[in-house]
């Protein structure tokens, strides 16, 4: 009865553990997408970040929702949208997010920016935030 009642509350605790995981994570992603979503409004406009959104959802089968989780595939479909305007955006939404976590003045970002690309960086960022 005793192990019975041992596995029950360690199963309650891992269980409850895991879904505050997975909340922060979630969390993070949303954070991350809100980002994304309000940069490209600010600099292509509501109609035309619906069509990047489209785009991306019918060529990439990936939807708003799913952006920050998986970044890579954002990243590829951008580039391939805009093509080098797409290196403009993805500084501004890294801009955008190291600020929105507080984490780098102006000059790191600059040094952060030329030693990895836009995906590692918001991997990285997830990781640590």
Sequence with gaps: MRQNLL????HDIVGSTMENITRQI???ED????IIDKVLRQVFGV???????????SKYC???SEIAERIEVFAAGLEEFLRSGAYVIERKILEDI??????LRRLEFERVQEESDFVSQVKSLMRKT
């Design 47 to 57: 109609e035309a970040t619906r069509l990047i959104y489209r785009y991306l959802e």
């Design 7 to 10: 596995s029950r509350n360690t």
């Design 62 to 64: 990936l939807k708003r």
């Design 31 to 34: 954070k991350i997408s809100k």
């Design 98 to 103: 190291y600020s929105n976590y507080g984490l």
């Design 26 to 28: 979630s969390g993070k």
